[in-house]
């Protein structure tokens, strides 16, 4: 068994990611995988639960931005995390609006099929429970849905919420706790269903 090295210092997951962050930077094909793998599921889960017309594409317009701008990007990986929310939940928006153009010009059917199912398991599993949390969202304001599902997947504090969606953090608390009373008494009620 090898020896450990006391006088080093020990890595933190910060460290790590300063690392990867940087290396990625710098063009590594590994490091980007890498940061991808840390988001991929939050964004993908983020974008179905909001409804997103076609979740696969918008995550791939989510993360051309971040290598886009990767460059600009400050902070640890919870910022990291925030940053690339805060991009999905703007390119939603946009695909949201194109949609709505989509569908006051649209004849063919054929023009609003969705994108082909996912392959692997535990991608399919988080879908499912996004697809899961959508059904509980879609009984709340846009906004509360907002709120809650950025909570969630950004794992965003309300600060970084309120923030980002320009709103005063009262109003943004008011929005999460008028969303869970509602769905605690969806729930109890026998409204929906777990």
């Known amino acids: 068994m090898g020896r ?12 790590d990611f300063a690392d990867r962050l940087a290396r990625a930077r710098k063009g590594d094909e590994l490091a980007w995988q890498a940061l991808f793998r840390s988001v991929s599921g939050r964004v993908a889960g983020f974008l179905v639960s909001r409804g997103a017309p076609d979740a696969e594409g918008v995550a791939g317009d989510v993360f051309l931005d971040v290598v886009r701008s990767i460059r600009r990007f400050e902070g640890d990986e919870r ?10 939940h703007r390119r939603l928006v946009d695909a949201l609006r194109s949609r709505r153009r989509l569908l006051e010009r649209a004849t063919d059917p054929a023009d609003l099929e969705q994108s082909d199912p996912v392959d ?23 906004d509360q849905a907002d709120v809650l599902a950025l909570r969630m997947y950004g ?10 969606l320009g709103k005063p953090l009262t109003a943004v608390t008011s929005l999460q706790t008028r969303a869970l009373d509602r769905l605690r008494r969806l729930l109890e009620s026998g409204e929906i269903l777990l």
Do not use: K, Q, Y
Request: hydrophobic residues 45%; negative net charge.
């Open 4 to 15: 450990v090295d006391l006088n080093r210092p020990m890595a933190t997951p910060t460290d």
């Open 79 to 88: 910022a990291f995390r925030s940053w690339v929310l805060t991009i999905a």
């Open 120 to 142: 692997t398991e535990s991608e399919a599993l988080g879908l499912v429970r996004a697809a899961e949390a959508r059904r509980l969202l879609d009984h709340l304001t846009v």
């Open 155 to 164: 794992e965003l504090t309300l600060p970084e919420i309120a923030e980002h």
